[in-house]
């Protein structure tokens, strides 16, 4: 590792960081306001309601708008994986090539075809064909995130595939393996259900700052009404498929889950830090604050005297536990590292026998390789400061929409909302905080899993390209440039379309 | 088929050509993100590193495994 250029390797790293936090303003918001004009659309067909045709029409421009500038802002991670990390995308190449070539044939197809008519199609197609192609849109944007979710759990929990030495890529053996790891199944349905809660946030946000400057109030008003229903039911289902993720984390990334929590000391019937802060200086959970006891070990294993590994049992070992300690996998790994080489060689020679041997040796060693890697064990621990508030932060945020959405709701069918006006200050910033959550799971999901691009197989430093510092700051601020022209435009052409607000006969965008 | 076409074609055309000012504002930015990312970002920023040293998959792969081996 210690070859590799370091600022190279964090100046690659902050430029996908920086690029996947950029495209992710976007994301979140087409995939849950796809459903919701899809839901208006639909009472729409159904009741045959000019209002409800106009509260359609106008999310669907602001979902429009969001769609247009974001678009193709995704490409760029994956120009980023062709140019800066090479070496990752050769070994993975076999594994993302098949979820990608989905997510462009079929998912963006449909998304790409539809998103026309949907705009395109009022008194032009059938109101059926119509509000299928609304349907149509939803469902594609969806899809196009399966995918792309897919590949990245894979990442965290390499699943379904052999590396094929000779080749030096990894292959699938079983695509179901992949696409229905309880990694890919979880991080989907807690990603998707958590832009559905920024869909709903953003609805609420644009009403509730119609209702505070008296304008639309019945448009507002029914908006809040359908974003705050489906707000609610989007946020409990974030709070459930985020336990279900953390749980898998805990079997298939413990060294994540004990840096979320911040527990350097494992322990059975483990504590859940609620409320508070945490001091980890020396390698030694300080935590003053709330806390739960064995809640952790419940929620991990579903078992409250179960125990739960910290930073240190990972780092130490902990024979009881039957956790290996870090030296010993980094030996192994560097067996494995060189049993590939050996086998090349002889491989190089003839020497069938030889090589046969050592491609054993490899393939047992094969589930340390990564690790062969860092000379120094603390390489393997995540920043944990950084993913403990990140994820509590993001915690509590989501146990906050679960009460601000019911109240909304229950607000709204009381016909109250308007009454509160502290509420509809809170409900514009609410957005924000929606923002914030999403990017903070990402930072959990990312930085929790440092050093690995591939966990336990590949680190981060082994993954890049050997390019020059320069060039990668040089395209980092180009990014910044370009991201944020585009981020500031959307703001813009949104603004500016909310200070229009829903007029009869609008064009479509 | 050709009438399939003709109809597809008019669809989209009188789609734009309804715009508004504002929505072709859109569009128009929306092509100029565009030309930066495929036609000045890709091409010249960011080239397929190992496509651009390596004609073929046994050459990249043996690139590769040096990586892997010598660090």
Known sequence: MEHFNLALVDWSRAQFALTAIYHWFFVPLTLGLSFIVAFMHTIYYKTGNEKWKQMTKFWMKLFGINFAIGVATGIILEFEFGTNWSNYSWIVGDIFGAPLAIEGLLAFFLESTFIAVMFFGWNRVSKKFHLLSSWFVAFGSNLSALWILIANAWMQNPVGTRFNPDTVRNEMTNFFDIALSPTAVFKFLHTVSQAYVIGALFVVAVSAWYLLKKRHLTFAKKSILIASVFGLTASLFVALTGDSSASNVAQTQPMKLAAMEGLYDGETNASLYALGFLNNEKNNTNFKGIRLRSMLSLLAFRNASAFVPGVNDILNGNKEQGILPAETRMEKGRIAIQSLADYKQAKKEWNIELASQKLQEFEENYPHFGYGYFTDKEAIVPPVKLTFYSFHTMVGLGLFFILFFAWLLYASMKDKVDKYKWILHLSVWSLLLGYIASELGWIVAEVGRQPWTIQDLLPVGISTSHLSVGSVQTTFFMFLVLFTVLLIAEIKIMLTQIIKGPEEGDSHV | ?71
């Open chain 2, 1 to 71: 088929m050709k009438v399939w076409f003709h109809k597809v074609f008019n669809f989209y055309l009188d789609g734009f050509k309804n715009m508004s000012v504002s929505n072709r504002k859109l569009w128009v930015i929306i092509l100029i993100k565009l030309f930066i990312i495929f036609f000045i970002l890709k091409i010249f920023f960011f080239p397929d590193f190992l496509g651009s040293k390596y004609n073929t998959d046994k050459a990249k792969s043996d690139y590769v495994i040096e990586q892997l081996i010598n660090n």
